[in-house]
């Protein structure tokens, strides 16, 4: 009875030590598919109109592929005293300003596409916290953010990017 008890005890140490080994390797297994998706991370499609920037009539997530992708977290306060934003992805807008080549301005005018619009002066475009975002705490959201700025001049859905020298 001994033996037994002996013997089924052994199984089941050897059972839970080979069960402990093999958990690592799974783990590495998930980190490395999780640093897969993190590197490979699509961007969102989007196209928007440009008016006033010569020679381009659109502007699409291909051409600013080089651009470095910037991760800021930008909160407001509303006036009810509620806060908005989070953690915006995108692109600097002073980046993409110079990409289109528009340097000298003295503002653009973000439309959304259901025709809300506010101008940025090039002080605003150049700040450190205003983005062209792709997503915000990860849900995809391409819009036009500036942390200098109350949330009403936030531009979700941005379709239109109007320039005014």
């Known amino acids: 009875?001994?033996?037994?008890?002996?013997?089924?005890?052994?199984?089941?140490?050897?059972?839970?030590?080979?069960?402990?080994?093999?958990?690592?390797?799974?783990?590495?297994?998930?980190?490395?598919?999780?640093?897969?998706?993190?590197?490979?991370?699509?961007?969102?499609?989007?196209?928007?109109?440009?008016?006033?920037?010569?020679?381009?009539?659109?502007?699409?997530?291909?051409?600013?592929?080089?651009?470095?992708?910037?991760?800021?977290?930008?909160?407001?306060?509303?006036k009810d005293g509620s806060e908005t934003g989070g953690i915006f992805k995108g692109y600097a807008l002073k980046d993409v300003a110079e990409k289109l080549g528009v340097t000298d301005f003295t503002s653009i005018t973000m439309e959304a596409s259901d025709g809300y619009s506010k101008p940025y002066d090039q002080a605003t475009v150049e700040a450190e916290d205003s983005l062209l975002t792709i997503s915000l705490d990860g849900e995809e959201l391409v819009s036009v953010v500036a942390g200098s700025l109350g949330s009403s001049a936030w531009v979700q859905n941005i379709s239109k990017m109007s320039v005014v020298k």
Do not use: R
Not at 8 to 24: D, K, T, W
């Open 1 to 78: 009875m001994k033996k037994k008890l002996l013997t089924l005890a052994l199984v089941m140490v050897l059972g839970v030590g080979l069960l402990g080994c093999s958990s690592p390797a799974a783990d590495s297994k998930k980190e490395e598919n999780a640093s897969k998706t993190e590197s490979q991370e699509q961007v969102a499609e989007f196209s928007i109109t440009l008016e006033g920037v010569d020679g381009k009539t659109q502007l699409t997530q291909a051409d600013l592929a080089a651009l470095p992708l910037v991760e800021k977290t930008i909160k407001m306060t509303k």
